[in-house]
């Protein structure tokens, strides 16, 4: 088995791709694992409404798009990080409680670490959606990653507060998890546009210095 950094012209069905498999079978694993311990069913829920819409999408573009393993795999990392946060309510998160009293915070950092995931793990992913599927310019394939990044997360925060003070206020603060940070939504906005500058960033300098070019 072969690990693609790149869409390959060459298309697997996902019944002898098994990477695919691995990573499905762990995202499975942990999402049941979430569902079955989850603190919060109506918060799981809530939570999980958008993963199976992303499910979705990578289900059902599958036969006709495929990215390569690398975005699956970094697709797979940041679902399974989601839903981990999804069983105990980002705010009450067992590994940020971990992290705060490792780093002396007085904070639970979990939500930040996720924010952050979105853009630097998924820049990959759309910046190839954009270069090979849709056939965008180099350029235009680089910058839009980061720019939807930035879109999404304040449309998400958006949603948040829509759901937390309009359609199940009962569930508003476990969904909303601010902890008291007046400014979370906007620094929670911030750390997913750090992530994806970082991820471009990062895979530019790769390409450049390993003289990795693409079509």
């Given at each position: 088995?072969?690990?693609?950094i790149t869409i390959s012209p ?174 979370d939504a906007q620094k929670d ?27």
């Open positions: 088995m072969n690990f693609t060459v298309r697997v069905s996902f019944k002898k791709n098994k990477l695919l498999w691995l990573l499905f079978f762990s995202f499975f694993c942990i999402w049941t694992n979430s569902f079955i311990g989850t603190t919060d069913i109506n918060n799981w829920i809530i939570e999980n409404t958008l993963t199976v819409l992303f499910l979705v999408f990578i289900i059902f573009s599958y036969k006709n798009y495929q990215f390569s393993d690398l975005s699956y795999l970094l697709i797979c990392v940041y679902l399974c990080m989601h839903v981990y946060g999804s069983k105990y309510t980002y705010a009450e998160n067992h590994f940020g409680y971990w992290l705060k009293v490792y780093t002396h915070s007085s904070r639970n950092y979990y939500d930040r670490i996720v924010h952050f995931s979105f853009g630097f793990l998924l820049s990959y992913p759309m910046r190839e959606l954009f270069l090979k599927w849709l056939k965008y310019p180099k350029m235009v394939a680089w910058v839009l990653p980061i720019e939807i990044t930035l879109s999404i997360s304040a449309l998400y925060e958006l949603i948040e507060w829509a759901v937390a003070d309009v359609f199940f206020k009962a569930q508003g603060d476990a969904y909303l998890g601010t902890q008291g940070d007046i400014w906005i911030f750390m997913a546009f750090l992530g994806a500058i970082l991820a471009t960033t990062i895979v530019s300098l790769i390409k450049k210095l390993f003289n990795i070019y693409e079509k």
